[in-house]
């Protein structure tokens, strides 16, 4: 499998901020990893245009599970590829937690992305609380099963482990805990998608920067990381696509 690097740049970015992704491009016009960028809804046409004939692919931080209809303010999977998305992000634990999100509905964004021809970026992971009370495992295996969508295969799905209380917090779990996660949810997608789950990759996300993408990339099943803050400048993420280019 090719391993990815994706940012999410979250509530961020004008048109200005395109000339990022441009330096970016510029900076790493070849590289041996997927480069993905999923900015603001209102950013992605612009984006994709931007971004023909290059190695950076452009993804959505939500979606609709509906492909259209009443629903003031959403955006559907069909619309996002329309503007020139190959990826949607799902599930992540801030629209979890702010909007409420729960499996079910997640797995039901996922479908929808699949059918419009995006691949799902699957987002699972414990809180603070629930790590230090022993029940991490636990905890990511129920999201696991509740969120993975009918007709997932390694070439439509992507899952990103982000341990909610290391997000934009600079805190990271221990190599060894990253590597205990990732095993076990590369054995229970096993369960969930059959041989298919051998190449599915699986992202670490949580405070990835330069400093320790290396380390973190080294980590048995890590397949890349989907990237926060870092990914809103060229410096930042570049060093991360290329640490995982290594």
Sequence with gaps: MKKLAAGNWKMNGSMAALAEAQALVAAHPAPSCEMLLCPPATLIAALSAQAKGTPLMVGGQDCHPKASGAHTGDISAVMLKDAGATHVILGHSERRTDHGETDALVKAKAEAAIAAGLIAIVCIG?????????????????????????????????????????????????????????????????????????????????????????????????????????????????????????
Excluded at 193 to 215: E, F, H, Q, W
């Design 126 to 246: 414990e809180t603070e609380a629930e790590r230090d009370a022993g029940r991490t495992l636990a905890v990511i295996g129920t999201q696991l099963d509740g969120s993975v969508p009918a007709g997932a295969t390694a070439a439509n799905l992507v899952i990103a482990y982000e341990p909610v209380w290391a997000i934009g917090t600079g805190r990271t779990p221990t190599l060894a805990e990253i590597a205990e996660v990732h095993a076990f949810l590369r054995a229970r997608l096993q369960g969930l998608i059959g041989p298919d789950a051998a190449g599915t990759r699986l992202l670490y996300g949580g405070s990835v920067k330069p400093s320790n993408a290396t380390d973190i990339f080294a980590v048995p099943h890590v397949d890349g990381a989907l990237v926060g803050g870092a990914s809103l400048k060229a410096a930042d993420f570049g060093a991360i696509v290329a640490a995982l280019s290594a």
